[in-house]
């Protein structure tokens, strides 16, 4: 049997000089130089190797070959004359006695150049995704996503914990995104869900005596796009420990990345184990965010005391937050372009002081603060050269808005962003309950399986009382890399008891949670041991590791903004037969027939919003 080749293009070496080989590829490029000469550049997974045709014959075979078109070489390897240190093969080349074409690309012209695929058009590349995954750049990034999920894996498993894969078509369970729905052909008018997280899964396997689990878990949410969000479907790291405390999480998940990071990561500085621990309401105060990035130094003050009664009319009766710059020396065009970011990322203006080299307070809204410009100068340890930006309204709204502040002055302004390190922190003490910005009543403000701080007794004695309630804090906790969430896990409300009081707060009563989460509750009324855990986001991980801006640099085959995959054309319309199969009718006059697919969305939507 013949191979369908000896060495791949990246193997070739001076010490094969002489041999015959037969390598294969994709043709990258030709270049022709006269009538009977021509270089040739052969390219594979492994890398490229020159091939030179030197002959009257060899050019026949070559002038016809389409770029892209996979061939198949086999000549002798020469050293070449003028050699190329910048690639691995750079010191030989291949005379070749014979070309076969092996899969002909019909098309003269490419949607995009192979090797500068990155500089096309977002959509143009997940159209010919199987082409962009040629460009050996982007190629990399998933082969880094297949070591470093082969990396935790080990890593996870050296610790005792058992890979369990759990099911993809379960019940919809409110865990905070919309559900994809999928009809069950076998049961009228109901519907399956894909996960959005393993969750009520992996803690069932905790009350059925597996110690500690984890899986690369696929998860399905249909949410919009961002930049570090892939809509549809996403992986995790997912893990939960039995009778384990937050600590035993927090430390086993920093035994592991710890690792991924110095071997994977693009930047050689990380934090030291065991990372910060930010209460999510200190968090909020220091830098406007339960994310922050703290590869930046600077941090937000609360200046409302200073500045009421100081005549300008935003401030009267308002939280006040302000950031302050040293060494300040940006344009006026600057700090307006400044203010207007600020407020297309948060619907909220700021305003502005400075500092002049004579000490006085200049610019901006300094006309205002004529009597408090001292103790502002002294709250926020001002000196000339001095800028400062603030927010005020509600006390969220300015905490927002001022962590805002805080990310975009402190990466444009020289000297307070260390970028090249990971920053790495928890976040805890999240809130147990908070009021939806949608729906204006009580909601979980993260994970509603989360024992909440204190107990039975906490809620019990903030019960009918909103304001006590918002003070219950849950062992909640969230993993930040560089200003990115990157992973998130609580310990779990094992007790059913606790489980359906945390609920009623909610206005799910106990029916309504035994309906919901029969199999847990269930389980939980036979001893369920403590359990906790936690999901790091695989998907922002390579994005960090790799230092991507955008996450679908690091997926596969990813969908675009739009939640479309171009490439398969998904979604797409379906048969009349296949809608009867699930007994389902259609009703989408004056929109695009795809929108079909999302109508069992809507309907969870409102049956959401009813609760």
């Keep these: ?18 041999k015959q080989v037969t390598i294969v590829g994709w043709l990258e490029t030709t270049r022709e130089v006269g009538s009977n000469f021509a270089f040739l550049v052969l390219r ?5 190797t020159q091939v030179v045709v030197e002959n009257e014959e060899m050019m026949r075979v070559v002038k016809p070959i389409n770029k892209e078109s996979t061939i198949s070489v086999t000549g002798t390897v020469r050293e070449r004359e003028s050699k190329n240190p910048k690639l691995p093969t750079g010191d030989i080349e291949v005379v070749p006695e014979q070309i076969q074409v092996l899969g002909k690309c019909i098309h003269n012209q490419l949607p995009f150049e192979i090797n500068k695929s990155r500089e096309a058009d977002e959509n143009t590349r997940l159209k010919y995704r199987f082409l962009d995954l040629r460009n050996p750049a982007v190629k990399s990034n998933i082969v880094l996503r297949c070591q470093v999920v082969a990396e935790l894996r080990r890593l996870m498993t050296e610790k005792g914990f058992l890979e369990i894969t759990t099911p993809i078509l379960t019940s ?12 069950a052909r076998n049961h009228p008018g109901k519907f399956y869900a894909l996960p959005q997280a393993p969750q009520q899964f992996k803690q069932l396997l905790m009350t059925s005596g597996f110690d500690k689990y984890f899986q690369i878990a696929p998860c399905f949410r249909d949410e919009d796009a961002r930049a570090d969000r892939t809509p549809g479907e996403f992986y995790q790291l997912d893990m939960e420990m039995a009778f384990a405390t937050q600590e035993d999480v927090l430390s086993t998940l920093e035994d592991v990345l710890v690792p991924v990071f110095q071997k994977f990561g693009k930047y050689k500085r990380i934090s030291t184990a065991p990372f910060r621990h930010i209460p999510y309401k200190e968090a909020m105060e220091r830098y406007g965010s339960d994310k922050p990035d703290l590869r930046i130094d600077l941090e937000i003050q609360d200046i409302s005391d200073v500045v009421q009664g100081c005549g300008f009319g935003p401030f009267e009766g308002a939280t006040v937050k302000a950031v302050a710059v040293d060494n300040f020396t940006q344009a006026r065009k600057w700090i307006d372009k400044l203010l207007a970011d600020v407020e297309v990322q948060t619907g909220n203006k700021a305003c502005w002081f400075k500092v002049d080299d004579t000490g006085a307070i200049t610019g901006g809204i300094s006309k205002f603060l004529g009597e408090c410009g001292d103790a502002l100068k002294e709250k926020l340890n001002l000196k000339p050269g001095s800028f400062v930006c603030m927010a005020a309204g509600k006390k969220a709204a300015a905490q927002k808005t001022a962590g805002v502040i805080r990310t975009l002055l402190g990466r444009r302004v020289p000297g307070h962003f260390d970028e090249e390190q990971y920053a790495l922190c928890w976040i805890v003490d999240f809130p147990m309950y908070e009021i939806g910005e949608e729906s204006g009543a009580l909601e979980f403000c993260h994970n509603p399986f989360s024992m909440p701080q204190g107990g039975l007794k906490a809620l019990e004695e903030a019960e009918g009382n909103t304001e006590k309630l918002l003070e ?18 609580a310990v779990r409300n094992h007790d059913p008891e606790i489980m359906v009081k945390a609920f009623q707060m909610v206005g799910l009563g106990e029916d309504a949670v035994k309906a919901k989460f029969p199999a847990m509750y269930n389980a939980f009324t036979y001893g369920a041991p403590p359990h906790a855990g936690a999901a790091p986001g695989v998907d922002r991980l390579i994005m960090l590791l790799t230092g991507e801006e955008s996450i679908r640099e690091v997926i596969t085959f990813p969908m675009n903004k739009n939640a479309q995959d171009l490439m398969m054309g998904a979604p797409s319309t379906v048969e009349q037969k296949q809608l009867d199969d699930v007994h389902i009718k259609l009703n989408v006059s004056g929109r695009p027939a795809w929108a079909a697919r999302f109508l069992c969305l809507r309907e969870k939507n409102a049956i959401s919003e009813q609760r």
């Design 1 to 18: 049997m013949k191979q369908s080749r000896t060495h791949n293009c990246g193997e070739l070496r001076l010490a094969d000089v002489g």
């Design 44 to 48: 594979d997974y492994y890398g490229t």
């Design 172 to 183: 919809s369970s409110p865990e905070g995104a919309r559900d994809y729905l999928v009809p």
């Design 472 to 489: 219950i804090n849950a062992d909640q906790y969230d993993l930040v890399v560089n200003g990115y969430e990157s992973a998130s896990g």
